[in-house]
């Protein structure tokens, strides 16, 4: 038991620091972007603005970071609630809809849902959200429906026998249970949405994606690598601190010593 406790704690250790890392490139990045003007005008000397100037990265990364939890906590309660529903007695006869629809958010192009949303709710953060809501909805609902399935019969038996009510044994046994398998779902969506909110910007919405439009309208390489490299980062870390939070929920690791 003690050799693999210490290779599970060198790996959460070498996890942890990779991190740290990466965060600290990424605020690195965000706060001290204009200060990379010489290494921008040296790789791209044609270039009369190497650097994205008109807005603070620090400014897009926090608009980028609003429009992707507003949306991902839409998704998140949206999702959540509609697969508890479908996986309750009353609700199973309407899973296949419930599962049809989410998919159908995902696999319409939020550009397309975009070109329907901007006429009726106009330019900005409202069709970003609405599009980024559809987008990340499929991953919640699909892990929170197979989480919960794959609570044990007899954890359900033991808490009716202890008195619990259905919202109790709900709350205090099944999405504690299906609580690992949740989180995975969400790091998905809000891994997808981070990526995703950059397209916001083609309809006036703040983000990250605001440089990338303008390098590519303007022909300037060198914003669509800023942009590119700030979002890519920030999903990276994103990605990795979810990670951090899945091993939180590992249940049966903690007892055979490889929890986090």
């Known amino acids: 038991m003690t050799t693999p406790t210490v290779l599970v704690t060198g790996y959460d250790s070498r996890r942890w620091m990779l991190l740290g890392a ?3 490139l990424l605020a690195a990045l965000v706060l001290f972007m204009r200060d990379l003007e010489p290494l921008f005008r040296g790789a791209f000397p044609e270039l009369d603005t190497p650097v994205y100037v008109r807005e603070t990265f620090l400014q897009l990364t926090l608009d980028h970071i609003v429009l992707v939890l507003v949306s991902s906590a839409i ?3 949206v999702g959540v609630a509609a697969a508890v529903f479908v996986t309750r ?3 199973r006869e309407f899973e296949p809809l419930v599962s049809a629809l989410s998919a159908i958010g995902q696999t319409f192009p939020p550009a397309a849902v975009l070109a329907i949303v901007v006429p009726l ?9 609405v599009a980024l809501t559809l987008y990340g909805l499929l991953p919640v609902v699909q892990n929170t429906i197979a989480g919960l399935g794959t609570v044990p019969p007899a954890a359900l038996e033991a808490a009716r026998g202890t008195g619990m009510s259905r919202w109790q044994i ?3 046994v099944e ?8 989180i995975a779902g969400v790091r998905v969506s809000v891994i997808i949405n981070i990526g995703t909110a950059t397209i916001g910007s083609t309809v006036g919405a703040k983000s990250l994606g605001t440089p990338i439009i303008a390098g590519l309208v303007g022909d300037n390489i060198a914003y669509v690598i ?4 700030v979002v890519g980062l920030l999903a990276i870390v994103t990605d990795l601190a979810f990670e951090r939070l899945e091993r939180r929920f590992t249940f049966g690791a903690r007892s055979g010593g490889g929890g986090a």
């Open 175 to 182: 999405l504690p249970l299906a609580m690992r398998v949740i």
């Open 226 to 229: 800023q942009g590119a490299v």
């Open 121 to 129: 709710a106009g330019f900005g953060f409202t069709p970003t959200i």
């Open 22 to 24: 990466l965060s600290l």
């Open 89 to 91: 007695r009353m609700g």
């Open 75 to 77: 998704s998140v309660s």
């Open 170 to 172: 709900l709350f205090r």
